[in-house]
Each structure stands twice: as structure tokens, then as C-alpha cells.
């Protein structure tokens, strides 16, 4: 099983996000956690947008106030 845990500092530029989307494709990554979104809200296009296929379990942390967010796919 391969899992990636990023720091992400932000995922709010979509060239960010089109990184991690290699990198998971890339390395055939089975899960992946990531601290730091700073997303007030995951939708369902923003894990696609990270994951490349909206047919996966998440677990979200929204970030709020001095918190930065968690996400785990």
C-alpha cells in the first residue's frame, strides 16, 4: 500500500493541485493525507480536481479560523 502525507501549505492554485493529481497518478498512490489545506470547504470537485476520480471515501477537517484543514482520501 502506498501513502502519501504532504504538508500542503494551501491548495487553492490549481497548478498545486494538478501536482499532487500527478504525483498520486504517477507513484499509484492507494491513500493520502494532507495537512494544511486551507480550504473552508472540500467539495466533490475539489477532491477530483486533487485525486482524478470522484469515486473515493474522504474524511475532511474544514479549515477554520487559526486551523488550516485536514484531508484524507
Known amino acids: 500500500m502506498k501513502i502519501l502525507f504532504w ?3 494551501g ?3 490549481k ?3 494538478s501536482k499532487v493529481k500527478k504525483l ?4 499509484r498512490i492507494d491513500m493520502m493525507l494532507i ?4 480550504q473552508k470547504e472540500i ?6 480536481s486533487i485525486w482524478g476520480d470522484g469515486d ?3 474524511i475532511e477537517v474544514d479549515a477554520e479560523g487559526s486551523t488550516s484543514g485536514l484531508l484524507i482520501i
Do not use: M, P, S, W
Request: net charge positive; hydrophobic share 25%.
Open 7 to 9: 504538508n500542503a501549505r
Open 11 to 13: 491548495l487553492g492554485l
Open 15 to 17: 497548478e498545486k493541485r
Open 24 to 27: 498520486v497518478k504517477d507513484h
Open 35 to 38: 495537512q494544511e489545506t486551507k
Open 43 to 48: 467539495t466533490k470537485k475539489f477532491i477530483v
Open 56 to 58: 473515493c471515501d474522504y
